[in-house]
């Protein structure tokens, strides 16, 4: 039973476009969303993290949007560059980031030049 | 500042034997966790050490699986005996108690034939 589904597996962009990668939960307990970005070689890195007690937030290019009624988050990297092609993965915790994450499969984001 | 580290980076061992691998986790950081990513799946949650205490360890496969953290430091993670199943990507991560960000290690790639 998978506890989060991302989507899409993989996914090309342009240089200066949009990449949209979505989750969805089951568990309604979750709350905190991180999303980490791991390039090759490399461990995870957090990205950006949200808590459901807001619906967006904003770190420079990167935007996670929440809808807790939905149990969906999404990440959007604005003006996305090829520097910014990785793996992303999204997440959920309970009781805040200090216990376990349930991850997603993982999406391979490649931007083109 | 030196990141999670972990060791080795890559093995490779035969079905039946024991492979250990190990987490240096960042100074002071009192949270150590292990997170597990087979091929083509989501990184899972195996364990939490708080300190060399065990929090949670209702992810570790069975009992070929053991975890160490002897004086709160760094951590082990012994495999015996390896079965074919277990290949995949084990990572480290570490953090602060309270509030504090997962930091991943790079990991360690175990492939058992």
């Known amino acids: 039973q998978q506890q989060v589904k991302q989507s899409p597996q993989s996914l090309i962009v342009q240089k200066g476009g949009i990449s949209i990668i979505n989750c969805a939960y089951e568990?309604?307990?979750?709350?905190?969303f991180p999303w980490y970005q791991q390039f090759p070689g490399k461990g995870p890195a957090l990205l950006i993290a949200?808590?459901?007690?807001?619906s967006e937030k904003k770190e420079g290019r990167f935007t996670i949007s929440f809808n807790k009624s939905a149990k969906q988050f999404s990440l959007h990297i604005m003006d996305s560059q090829p520097g910014d092609s990785a793996t992303y993965f999204c997440?959920?915790?309970?009781?805040?980031?200090?216990?376990?994450?349930?991850f997603g499969k993982g999406t391979l984001l490649t931007v083109n030049p | 500042e030196a990141g999670v580290t972990q060791f080795p980076s890559h093995s490779v061992i035969e079905k039946g034997q024991t492979v250990t691998l190990r987490c240096d986790p960042i100074s002071g950081h009192d949270n150590l966790y292990w997170y597990r990513r087979v091929m083509g799946k989501e990184i899972k949650f195996l364990l939490h050490f708080v300190k060399e205490s065990k929090q949670d360890e209702s992810g570790m496969p069975n009992n070929r699986f053991l975890a160490e953290r002897t004086g709160g430091t760094y951590s082990t993670l012994k495999v015996q005996p390896a079965e074919l199943e277990d290949s995949g990507v084990y990572f480290c991560a570490s953090s602060q108690l309270g509030d504090g960000e997962q930091f991943f290690g790079p990991g360690t790639r175990l492939t058992v034939l």
């Open positions: 997440a959920a915790g309970r009781g805040g980031s200090n216990y376990k994450l349930t």
């Open positions: 949200i808590r459901p007690d807001v």
């Open positions: 568990n309604t307990a979750f709350d905190y």
